[in-house]
């Protein structure tokens, strides 16, 4: 006769004894989950959230998504290949395959596609050996504000000081220059560009700049088009390689699959992670122009670039941008989250708000001391995930699916507008 164990009660006490320090998630939001679907989640004790964080933007087509989910049951049930390394698969073929079909034809890019391991700081570091190898030059021009990644040289590109700290040793090659509006009546292109052009400036020529076109973590800062078309002619002239990091703003979070399209620039380096795997699954990739993937095989490898659970799932979710309909229904969400920020802003003054991204990567940067970690705290309390971004946690950000429907959205930005109201009576 079997006899069923019954699963352990769970509480927070678990992680708070025995769990590292350096955990930080868990307890911004402290709560034990167990369960999550589409945009929500639900905890032990069986309370629902509305997720407007989608794992830091890792989840934009939701939880267990059925159509990938059932994707990857059918997969292991039929024992294909988990792990592989580099070695060729089927399923690493079919994403391949389907990556180029599907998202690089269509928009007449050409690009050679690295698995550098399975983050995004995997790809930034390959992106930044890859540009030195190109060019034979070591300099890195990054912005302020910039995040890229937690290992050495990802960090080396990182503007905040908390996370640069962390790293233990100085971390150069590096020059940060403003990104744009970063310095009130400064132009940073000029600025570059004099550092650039006047050869007793100090600036070795670097063999690349690396941007984000919305700065996710250093408060939702976007980059308009032009200054986009800027950046990218200064590295034409002067033979620099120009690296976007589109790990939490590509994949569709801003309206169009790449954040750069409206832009109509073609980056040399691209990297993607976080929803380039479809189901939260760990996946990246490194887009190289053809004519700088100078790599010796195996110069940069690791165990895990052969994940083949999240080819899988990947193949799966580029379902969604066969037809323009997705992008469309992305950028109509995206008007209504822009209509309640701007509502928002108008009727609590007091925040000293204002607008902040674009897509459904947007956030409220409030002048207000520590408002912002308030109204995230009472969002939580009220059942709603939502996170802080910015040098001093100034922007409450909005990070939903990009598949919540209307009912979702509605109830969500209802959670904020109540704690906004409630944050502001402490």
Not at 12 to 20: A, V
Not at 38 to 64: M, P, Q, R, T
Not at 206 to 216: D, K, N, S
Not at 363 to 382: L, Q
């Amino acid at each position: 006769m079997s006899t069923v164990t019954s699963q352990p009660e769970m509480d927070m006490d678990i992680f708070n004894t025995l769990e590292s320090n350096v955990r930080s998630y868990s307890r911004s939001f402290p709560a034990v989950f167990k369960k999550a679907k589409g945009y929500k989640l639900w905890d032990v004790n069986d309370k629902e959230y509305i997720d407007f964080f989608a794992g830091a933007g890792a989840l934009n087509y939701g939880h267990n998504n059925e159509k990938l989910k059932q994707s990857l049951i059918k997969y292991l049930e039929q024992d294909e290949i988990t792990h592989s390394l580099d070695m060729a698969t089927v399923a690493r073929g079919t994403f391949l395959r389907r990556f180029h079909d599907i998202i690089l034809k269509p928009r007449q890019l050409e690009y050679k596609v690295m698995f550098p391991g399975p983050t995004g700081t995997n790809t930034v570091e390959s992106a930044l050996k890859i540009a030195r190898k190109v060019t034979g030059r070591n300099t890195v021009i990054s912005f302020t504000n910039a995040f890229h990644g937690m290992t050495i040289g990802s960090l080396s590109v990182t503007g905040n000081e908390a996370k640069r700290s962390g790293a233990g040793i100085p971390l150069s090659n590096t020059v940060f220059m403003p990104y744009e509006n970063a310095v009130e009546n400064v132009s940073s292109i000029k600025m570059i560009e004099h550092f650039l052009e006047n050869r007793s400036s100090g600036l070795d020529l670097p063999a690349a700049m690396i941007l984000e076109t919305v700065q996710g973590e250093g408060g939702i800062n976007a980059a308009s088009d032009q200054w986009l078309q800027n950046i990218a002619s200064i590295c034409r002239r002067f033979g620099i390689l120009l690296i976007v990091d589109d790990v939490q703003a590509g994949c569709g979070r801003t309206g169009t699959f790449f954040s750069f399209e409206p832009a109509r620039i073609k980056p040399d380096i691209i990297c993607l992670s976080k929803s380039i795997g479809g189901y939260g699954l760990p996946m990246a990739l490194t887009l190289i122009k053809p004519e700088y993937d100078i790599w010796e095989p195996g110069e940069h490898n690791g165990t895990f670039r052969g994940n083949n659970l999240a080819f899988v799932a990947a193949s799966e979710a580029l379902d969604y941008w066969k037809t323009d309909d997705f992008s469309k229904g992305i950028q109509t969400k995206a008007a209504e989250m822009t209509h309640f920020i701007q509502k928002i802003i108008e009727e609590y003054p007091e925040l000293k708000a204002e607008k902040r991204g674009r897509g459904l990567m947007q956030g409220v940067a409030c002048a207000k001391d520590e408002i912002s970690e308030k109204i995230c705290g009472e969002a939580f309390k009220r059942g709603l995930l939502m996170e802080t971004s910015g040098p001093k946690g100034e922007v409450f950000k909005f990070l939903p699916p990009l598949t919540i429907d209307e009912e979702g959205m509605t109830k969500g930005l209802n959670i904020i507008d109540e704690s906004i109201q409630a944050a502001l009576k402490q």
